[in-house]
């Protein structure tokens, strides 16, 4: 029903399964992991109405599991990257698995999915910087070239009182470029390619 996916490994697509609606993967030497992709291999959909909770679990100093909710997986968002590298450090979250005895090792993190109603999922709160930007990096450069143009020109900005008059120069009202600058965003936003046609 799932699968797994750390760069430079070979694909993981048999979960343990730790109860009926539970699933687990292993991720040894998870201190070298930076992202991880969850995915659904579209044998199994879930079932009308449920999706599935991804959490990460590191074991803490104790070689306790500490568990942290990554985010989501649905019919509709089949799959998810995750950045887990810097979550190691902190806290816990609720989460499922805490009555399992699920058999780890030390060195071992583990991937939990757990199959819950999409209602249920909608009022978990993932771990802050687990989600990786789905924006592309050139919607990135995008936005801080905007960003930057105009803040540069903004800081040229006079009142009219404080003008001088100079025949060879023109002046842009700053509202104009203010004005460009929102509708870029707006149409960056609807389609970062419209810039194409």
């Given at each position: ?41 579209g044998?199994?959909?879930f ?10 679990s ?38 499922p ?51 930057n ?49």
């Amino acid at each position: 029903m799932f699968g797994c996916l750390v760069a430079g490994r070979l694909v993981q697509t048999a979960a343990q399964q730790v109860a009926e609606d539970k699933f687990v993967f292993d991720l040894p030497d998870y201190e070298s992991i930076n992202h991880v992709v969850v995915f659904m291999l579209g044998t199994i959909p879930f079932p009308e109405g449920m999706g599935g909770s991804v959490y990460f679990s590191y074991p803490d100093s104790n070689g306790m599991p500490v568990w942290q909710l990554l985010g989501f997986v649905t019919n509709g968002k089949p799959s998810a990257i995750f950045k887990i590298s810097g979550l190691k450090s902190g806290e816990g979250s609720r989460h499922p698995f805490g009555a399992m005895n699920i058999v780890r090792t030390p060195s071992v993190a583990q991937i939990g999915i757990s199959v819950e109603l999409l209602d249920s999922l909608a009022q978990q709160t993932p771990v802050g910087n687990a989600a990786v930007s789905s924006v592309d990096s050139f919607t990135q450069f995008t936005q801080k070239m905007l960003d930057n143009f105009y803040n540069f020109a903004s800081s040229f900005a006079v009142s009219q009182a404080q003008m001088t008059p100079s025949p060879s120069e023109m002046f842009i009202p700053a509202n104009v470029v203010l004005k460009w600058y929102e509708n870029f965003q707006r149409r960056l936003a609807q389609n970062p390619l419209f810039w194409k046609t």
